[in-house]
T-cell receptor, first 116, second 109 residues
Framework: DTAVSQTPKYLVTQMGNDKSIKCEQN?????MYWYKQDSKKFLKIMFSYNNKELIINETVPNRFSPKSPDKAHLNLHINSLELGDSAVYFC???????????????FGPGTRLTVL | DQQVKQNSPSLSVQEGRISILNCDYTNSMFDYFLWYKKYPAEGPTFLIS?????DKNEDGRFTVFLNKSAKHLSLHIVPSQPGDSAVYFCAPWEDNLFFGTGTRLTVIP
């Protein structure tokens, strides 16, 4: 039973295309996240989302947009893909933060995106 | 501007010995610190955490030490086992997790 799953695991596409990465969690968590791990291995938050608010890292281009059809899913849509978007993207989930305290985040296996 | 630094990209330790992984940070607003472990082709998994009101937290073979004045924390694994071979990320919290670049630990049998 995979707690946080992502599809596809690998994605190779041409510049300019639009693509989506799906994420599902079966932990009953209220908050989901997208992270990007670039070629230098930096793992950076892109979005955090629960049913009340979407928090966007201001450095994320607006070509990236999260879509949440329900509490268990947070998909990542990327428009007009660029070479620099090549990275590994991780989805994660956690319980709603209580009093601002960090809650353990559970990560998916990652999606390696390659833009040619 | 990287707020979290793990200056040792790799570390090799003999099985049974102690592994010490270090992490330095610059943001004094961080008040909760997590360590994640990552195997190849998998997502990071939570390992251990420490609140800023403590200077030590222990969980089995894993102990995390926090020196707030020095903005430094370390993860001790003792005794190290081959299955501990992975990349370890330090991840302080302030509204979000801020990950370091990781240290690849190799435990030699």
């Amino acid at each position: 039973d995979t707690a946080v799953s992502q599809t596809p695991k690998y994605l190779v596409t041409q510049m300019g295309n639009d693509k989506s990465i799906k994420c599902e969690q079966n932990l009953g968590h209220d908050t989901m996240y997208w992270y990007k791990q670039d070629s230098k291995k930096f793992l950076k938050i892109m979005f955090s989302y629960n049913n009340k608010e979407l928090i966007i890292n201001e450095t994320v281009p607006n070509r990236f947009s999260p879509k949440s059809p329900d509490k268990a899913h947070l998909n990542l849509h990327i428009n007009s893909l660029e070479l620099g978007d090549s990275a590994v993207y991780f989805c994660a989930s956690s319980q709603v933060r209580v009093g601002g305290r960090a809650d353990t985040q559970y990560f998916g296996p990652g999606t390696r995106l390659t833009v040619l | 501007d990287q707020q979290v630094k793990q200056n040792s990209p790799s570390l090799s330790v003999q099985e049974g010995r102690i592994s010490i992984l270090n992490c330095d940070y610059t943001n004094s607003m961080f008040d909760y610190f997590l360590w994640y472990k990552k195997y190849p082709a998998e997502g990071p998994t939570f390992l251990i955490s420490i609140s800023s009101i403590k200077d030590k937290n222990e969980d089995g073979r894993f102990t995390v030490f926090l020196n707030k004045s020095a903005k430094h924390l370390s993860l001790h694994i003792v005794p190290s086992q081959p299955g501990d071979s992975a990349v370890y990320f330090c991840a302080p919290w302030e509204d979000n997790l801020f990950f370091g670049t990781g240290t690849r630990l190799t435990v030699i049998p």
